[in-house]
């Protein structure tokens, strides 16, 4: 957990701090909360997070399409950059493995 939580910090964080200063509210800053939730305030990093927004990937994420820039910014550079800096594989459609929109957010009706 130590090496994690390591991790987390030396490497994680900065380029996601980067990053996300080019999101759709970059004054909003980003920090553990940001992704893992209030219960990351107590140590507990559970994923996917309860307290980020629910997602609907029926008809393409069709219920998220006013979140437009955000759907565009998390699946053109976030996912990719937090699948890059984990070492995971990007999410398959065939195979439902690999890092995607579910490693953090939970979905509806699950």
Not at 38 to 62: H, K, R
Not at 69 to 97: I, S
């Amino acid at each position: 957990m130590e090496q994690r939580a390591a991790f987390m910090q030396v490497e994680v964080m900065p380029a996601i701090a980067e990053l996300w200063a080019q999101s759709p509210t970059p004054d909003a800053g980003v920090n553990c909360v940001t992704c893992h939730g209030p219960a990351a305030q107590e140590g507990d990093f559970t994923m996917p997070s309860a307290a980020l927004p629910v997602l609907n990937p029926a008809d393409e994420f069709a219920a998220h399409q006013d979140d437009g820039a955000w759907l565009q910014f998390m699946g053109a550079q976030l996912t990719p950059k937090m699948t890059e800096l984990l070492a995971a594989e990007p999410y398959n459609m065939e195979t439902n493995q690999g890092f995607g929109c579910f490693s953090c957010h939970t979905m509806a009706g699950a």
